[in-house]
């Protein structure tokens, strides 16, 4: 059983926020505008954080971002009243986008707020509309929505392989954030395979977890040469 | 007895249930103008989505979920001290019983609708019994809320009969209404015993049903990840909290009837003083929970619990938690530590009743706009669409009362009796 895991390189991050346009890209993430995003209407599955130290001259900045941490211990699943998310067999937290009712109990449980609401009914300037992607589900307006690491673009690479009469490889499958990545600071794949260069990445002296602990044990690995103060 | 001999003697309660001046009319209007307004705010919000309330991330539980907790705190009241003064036969409990009682009911009517406000899809509302998952704290919530809901009806309304048989005999003109509920209350050893035996058994079980209420209500919050409601101490904390809102609410409630239905025969500044020293306790309680909880975060918190702690003592909420110290703990004791009259409970009670609001309002606020990740930095402003609400909910509990109280005597006829006839 595959077990997906993505490691992020934050010595590689430059900070220029590809990976944030290209998940909006891929996942029909509607643009909140100004106004909406300031009232914390704005969806980021992919988000990216700026931590400035210092002040002018001496400024140093770190980025970091912030996708679902897909937990293998996720509290946000255990909350939800009528099973709208679960994690599944590949260590996924997927949300359930028919069956969800917008309780928002998931939202408030999750620690690393990444899980995103549906405030209004999605739109989409019309010029716009031609470039959806078709293999996404349309979220409505009242339910709860968030990263799945692309799990449209797992499901085809598994049908190739199929196809092909295989095993899916390291590297079939990318995300759009680490397939944007100019700096290929993100690495996707399966935890459970010891070849993998996810694998081997996590386990390096350099790796790290947000929060870890809160003990929820996240899937999503950060490195960083020296130290990163966490708040 | 006789019920005209009844009724003569208890002129003075059954009196305006028939009595419609204008003080009523000018009360209801206006309240039902608010409660349908609501109802457009409801609509407006449904149609183009929770985005038309003040919430965002990560505030995504906000206004609706502290009425809730605030609603549901009150009704904490009616049962619980109804049936524990029953039960320990503290007579002088008898004449706020069913204001409490039905306080209680219109109450948990009212806090559990600001679930379905707070969904962002409310037309599946049913969904949460239709595919329960036991392991969320909500199921736990909606199974209790819905036994007390239940089983304070039927405690409502079984201490009703014996009245309800009084009132049919009364009032031909409201047979239609009386007489299928009075279940055909005669007065008979038989049915007296009956109903004695059904009274102590639902005395007993209320209890323990309203404490897991306001337990579990808490653990919705208290079994979450996020700073400073992770915290064991919550579920007495709130059930505290709820019985202490709800005392005020009812000596609110009683001091109105008093003075509006000129009932102060039966409402005597003795009942007031000792509903007053439960109220006093409380007030002591709370304060006493408040400042363990605070005491911990602050000693031995971590830095996320920390950042929230501050925000609220000398920070974006100060304020209003300093408004809250004071409303629900100095002007509450520093005036019923001295006397327990009408005219001091008042103010107490209306201080203590705000009070307790702020208290679920800086509960849940404070923790969502510094979660633990803490780079989205929450600010809220509740909109027009949600104090609308909030409007017609508190317009629609009165209504509710106010229409009771037209339709069955507000201060339960058959045990005044019982007890002149003991004495």
């Known amino acids: 059983m595959n077990r997906w895991g993505m490691v992020i390189d934050l010595d590689r991050c430059t900070g220029c926020q590809a990976c944030i346009v290209a998940c909006r890209q891929e996942n029909n993430i509607p643009f909140a505008g100004e106004r909406w995003a300031k009232l914390g209407r704005a969806k980021f599955w992919m988000n990216l954080i700026a931590e400035v130290k210092g002040h002018y001259p001496n400024v140093k900045m770190h980025f970091i971002p912030v996708p679902c941490m897909h937990c293998d211990r996720p509290p946000c699943t255990t909350v939800c009243p009528v099973e709208a998310t679960y994690k599944n067999p590949e260590g996924i937290v997927a949300q359930v986008y028919p069956r969800c009712i917008g309780v928002r109990m998931c939202v408030s449980n999750c620690p690393y707020t990444v899980r995103y609401f549906n405030w209004h009914a999605p739109s989409w300037p019309n010029e716009y509309k031609r470039g959806l992607n078709p293999d996404v589900y349309k979220r409505r307006k009242g339910i709860t929505e968030k990263c799945n690491f692309c799990i449209q673009r797992i499901r085809k690479a598994k049908e190739i392989a199929r196809k092909e009469k295989r095993k899916i490889r390291d590297g079939d499958i990318t995300p759009a954030c680490a397939e944007t990545c100019p700096t290929e600071a993100i690495t996707f794949g399966d935890l459970n395979d010891p070849h993998s260069r996810v694998f081997r990445l996590s386990k390096s002296r350099r790796a790290f977890r947000l929060l870890e602990e809160l003990g929820t044990e996240p899937k999503v690995y950060y490195l960083k040469e020296g130290e990163w103060k966490d708040g | ?423």
């Not at chain 2, 007579?91 to 019983?97: A, I, Q, Y």
């Not at chain 2, 109105?256 to 006093?280: D, Q, S, V, W």
């Not at chain 2, 950042?307 to 408004?323: E, H, M, N, P, Q």
């Not at chain 2, 106010?402 to 004495?423: G, M, R, T, Y």
């Open chain 2, 1 to 423: 007895m006789d019920s005209e001999v009844l009724a003569t003697k208890y002129d003075q309660v059954l009196k305006p249930m028939t009595r419609m001046g204008w003080p009523f009319w000018v009360t209801v209007f206006p309240l039902s103008i608010l409660f349908l307004w609501s109802f457009f705010a409801f609509g407006w919000q449904y149609q183009w989505g929770l985005g038309e309330t003040g919430m965002g991330h990560p505030m995504s539980w906000t206004l609706y979920l502290v009425n809730f907790v605030f609603f549901i705190g009150i009704s904490h009241a009616g049962a619980l001290v109804s049936a524990v003064l029953r039960i320990t036969h503290a007579r002088w409990g008898t004449p706020f019983g069913r204001a409490a009682e039905a306080v209680t009911v219109f109450a948990l009517a009212a806090g559990p609708t600001n679930i379905l406000f707070d969904l962002g899809r409310s037309s599946r509302f049913y969904w949460v019994p239709l595919h329960a998952q036991f392991k969320s704290p909500l199921i736990w919530d909606f199974t209790c809320i819905m036994t007390y809901f239940t089983v304070s009806v039927i405690f409502l309304y079984v201490l009703m009969i014996p009245d309800i048989g009084l009132l049919r005999d009364r009032f031909p003109g409201r047979k239609w209404l009386y007489k299928p509920l009075s279940l055909g209350w005669t007065g008979t050893k038989d049915q007296w015993r009956t109903i004695s035996k059904t009274i102590g058994f639902l005395c007993v079980a209320v209890i323990p049903i309203a404490v897991s209420v306001h337990t579990v209500v808490s653990w919705v919050f208290g079994l979450q990840t996020q700073p400073m409601w992770f915290s064991t101490i919550f579920a007495p904390y709130f059930v505290t909290g709820a019985i202490f809102s709800g005392i005020a609410t009812i000596i609110i409630v009683t001091i109105a009837l008093r003075r509006i239905y000129h009932l102060e025969k039966y409402l005597t500044p003795y009942h007031f003083n000792n509903m007053g020293l439960l109220l006093l306790v409380f007030t002591l309680l709370w304060a006493y929970f408040t400042f363990a909880e605070h005491l911990t975060v602050a000693y031995a918190g971590g830095s996320h619990e920390l950042d929230v702690l501050w925000s609220k003592l000398t920070g974006r909420y100060a304020l209003l938690f300093w408004i809250m110290v004071l409303l629900c703990f100095v002007i509450p004791f520093s005036l019923l530590v001295f006397k327990r009259s009408p005219k001091f409970l008042l103010p107490a009670s209306i201080s203590v009743v705000i009070g307790m609001w702020l208290e679920r309002f800086l509960i849940i606020i404070p923790s969502l706009a510094h979660p633990r990740l803490h780079y989205p930095r929450g600010a809220y402003m509740p909109s027009w669409v949600e104090w609308s609400m909030m409007a017609g909910l508190c317009a629609g509990f009165t209504l509710a009362f106010i229409l009771f109280s037209k339709f069955f005597p507000v201060l339960s006829i058959w045990e005044l009796e019982k007890e002149a006839q003991e004495n």
